[in-house]
């Protein structure tokens, strides 16, 4: 396409990371400015974007105008939106609430901050898989950096282990695009899929193992069972502003499953179609099910937000395991809630943490809480969407998506799902009467606290209007879920159907040309084959 609109949400937060890293000497109050600044106008850069796709355009640049299947290829169609959308959102509520004194205690944040957003659009963006794996290493060494900024003891533990998994994911990434791009020739995704349609059979077996080993990649950075043990460790440990963050991360893995195996080995891509869909169900079914058992056992509010998170990837795979419009439509709808939601929830948590000196946010009897009334009222609000109960966004989600499951499966998945909805219902209401309304015990011994704030910042003496107003945000989004669900609920409907048919998003890659300048001649390799 002509326009540049779409590497602005790359390029924009990539320029203010260097230009921020170039100004930290000026003070942190110049960094929270420019900070702001260039979220704002990465918002606009991804606003430029909507109203095409919403119109169902896909939208294909070609970067340094080489052509799609030799060079880098970036996409916009309704899903891509959809994600940048929630990641732009949410980014907003974490620099806010980051920005009422966290980031003084973190070296670099500011930077970092807007390299992790650059890193998460571009992943959203490209139709490249080798490029998909740039984009994934660009936002986990910022997380990396984000994840251990001023942290000690059991935050840095948790950082260190949280490293090592990436790592190990990142190298099964590589062998599996070396394995993909050995038998195709190409790495574009669109073109990829046109080409493994037409394989030989004696070259599918090799193509179904780099499928496989992405899958596995995708799964574990989506933490679903059974790689979903390093979750919960690490999000209960982080940073409150990270941690929130962070719940757009998982919902990444969801995403590249639902891209590379919808346009690489979709319906169409011969004897390697559909093959993630029969590992995707069971492993989904009891992974909701594990983690709803889970937050019913956290011995903190932290660490039942992180088993919240698990539980809401392994909901989404649900949806894209169904592989039908109507359940994609209605996991996209949830994963809006759940990220919004699941980022509120670590938001709250620190917000009890900074009003109790004992125990933190831990549901120990040991300590008294300050603000209870404004602070139940913001748990509750919470804690009503996350359990998934009516009339709100959570509600909504879960219902559409039981309203789509298929004759046969209706006993197994709404089961788990019910089931799982009552498991959380009962662990926020333990949560919920624990922290706000227990008398303390004050024969406990202050032992009993599940652990000290000693890798944090110092808990505030009084409640943060910033804090305070980042995390009304995200509650606020989540009623705005609620009122507007009827045409976030058509758009979301209508991407599942713009996937349900993955040619037309791979003609209009395959077939976007580079723009002749006056007077040039076309090149040898410039247009498909």
Not at 227 to 232: D, G, Q, T, V
């Amino acid at each position: 396409m002509s326009s540049h609109y779409p590497i602005l949400p790359i390029v924009v937060p990539l320029a203010f990371a260097v230009l921020l890293l170039l100004t930290e000497r000026l003070g942190i109050r110049s960094q929270r400015w420019l900070g702001f600044l260039g979220l704002g106008a990465t918002l606009v850069a991804i606003g430029l974007l909507l109203a095409p796709a919403a119109r169902g355009e896909i939208a294909v640049y070609l970067v340094g105008n080489w052509p799609a299947h030799l060079g880098i290829a970036l996409a916009v169609d309704r899903l891509t939106v959809l994600m940048l959308a929630v990641t732009g959102v949410l980014s907003v509520a974490v620099l806010l609430y980051a920005s009422s004194g966290w980031d003084e205690d973190a070296p670099h944040f500011h930077a970092l901050f807007q390299l992790q957003l650059a890193g998460l659009n571009g992943a959203f963006l490209t139709a490249d898989l080798f490029n998909l794996f740039v984009f994934f290493e660009v936002l986990l060494i910022a997380s990396y950096g984000l994840l251990l900024s001023g942290g000690r003891g059991a935050r840095m533990a948790a950082g260190l282990h949280y490293v090592a998994f990436n790592i190990t994911a990142s190298t099964l990434y590589l062998v599996a695009v070396g394995l993909l791009y050995g038998i195709t020739g190409t790495l574009n995704m669109a073109e990829m899929g046109h080409r493994i349609a037409t394989l030989a059979p004696a070259d599918l077996g090799l193509v179904k193992a780099g499928g496989l080993l992405l899958l596995i990649v995708f799964c574990a950075k989506a933490a679903l069972l059974p790689l979903n043990f390093w979750l919960p460790g690490t999000y209960s440990r982080a940073s409150a502003p990270i941690a929130a963050l962070f719940a757009v991360m998982t919902k990444l893995g969801v995403y590249a499953v639902l891209r590379v195996y919808t346009q690489v080995f979709g319906a169409d891509s011969g004897g390697a179609s559909g093959l993630a869909w029969s590992w995707l169900l069971p492993a989904a079914t009891l992974g909701l099910m594990l983690s709803a058992l889970g937050a019913l056992a956290a011995d903190s509010l932290r660490r039942l937000a992180a088993y919240l998170v698990v539980g809401s990837a392994a909901t989404l795979f649900i949806a894209v395991a169904l592989a039908s419009p109507a359940a994609i439509g209605s996991g996209l709808y949830y994963l809006l809630h759940s990220t919004l939601i699941g980022g509120a929830l670590f938001l709250i948590a620190d917000l009890v943490r900074g009003q109790r000196t004992l125990a933190g946010d831990g549901f120990h009897r040991i300590d008294t809480i300050r603000h209870t009334g404004l602070l139940g009222s913001l748990f509750l609000l919470a804690a009503v969407s996350a359990a998934g109960l009516p009339p709100l966004s959570g509600f909504i989600g879960k219902f559409s998506l039981m309203a789509a499951v298929p004759d046969g499966l209706e006993a197994t998945l709404w089961t788990a799902i019910l089931v799982s909805s009552l498991l959380i219902v009962l662990a926020l209401a333990r949560a919920g009467s624990r922290l706000f309304w227990q008398v303390p015990d004050t024969l406990a011994p202050a032992s009993q606290a599940t652990e000290t704030v000693s890798d944090e910042r110092p808990a505030p003496t009084r409640l943060s209007r910033r804090e305070l107003a980042a995390t009304a945000l995200l509650l606020a989004l989540g009623i705005a879920l609620t009122i507007g669900a009827g045409p976030l609920l058509r758009y979301t409907y209508e991407t599942g159907h713009q996937l349900a048919h993955p040619g037309n998003y791979r003609h209009a890659v395959r077939s976007a040309t580079p723009i002749a300048s006056p007077g040039h001649a076309p090149a040898p390799g410039e247009h498909h084959p």
